[in-house]
């Protein structure tokens, strides 16, 4: 059975930064891809970023330049480096994992996490 956890969510400052982890089980992680997503509250849940399983990467245009996605194959781990946060960014943010796909839809991504919050103060 596939598991994902996040971790490293929290309260921070605007303009401060978060890591996220998502720890992955269940299936070889390194010849998945991940996904990084977020729900504010009384908003739809939306794609922040992905990488492939070869390291590709993919971002929302609202978090480039100060958002990263990487991935440690070796401890089965994604990470989300979140830099110049603002108060916009707060939302609960789940990792997901799929085949292949690598896009900003939440179909193409058949696990979840049970997701972390972050909270950004102005």
């Known amino acids: 059975q596939v598991q994902l956890v996040e971790s490293g969510g929290g309260l921070v400052q605007a303009g401060g930064s978060l890591r996220l982890s998502c720890a992955a089980s269940?299936?070889?992680?390194?010849?998945?891809?991940m996904g990084w997503f977020r729900q504010a509250p009384g908003k739809e849940r939306e794609f922040v970023a992905s990488?492939?399983?070869?390291?590709?990467?993919n971002y929302a245009d609202s978090v480039k330049e100060r958002f990263t996605i990487s991935r440690d194959n070796a401890k089965n781990t994604v990470y989300l480096q979140m830099n110049s946060l603002k108060p916009e960014d707060t939302a609960v943010y789940y990792c997901?994992?799929?085949?292949?796909?690598?896009?900003?839809?939440?179909?193409?991504?058949?696990?979840w996490g049970q997701g972390t919050q972050v909270t950004v103060s102005s």
């Open positions: 997901a994992s799929s085949t292949y796909y690598t896009g900003r839809s939440e179909g193409g991504y058949d696990y």
């Open positions: 990488i492939s399983y070869t390291g590709s990467t």
């Open positions: 269940g299936r070889p992680f390194s010849r998945y891809a």
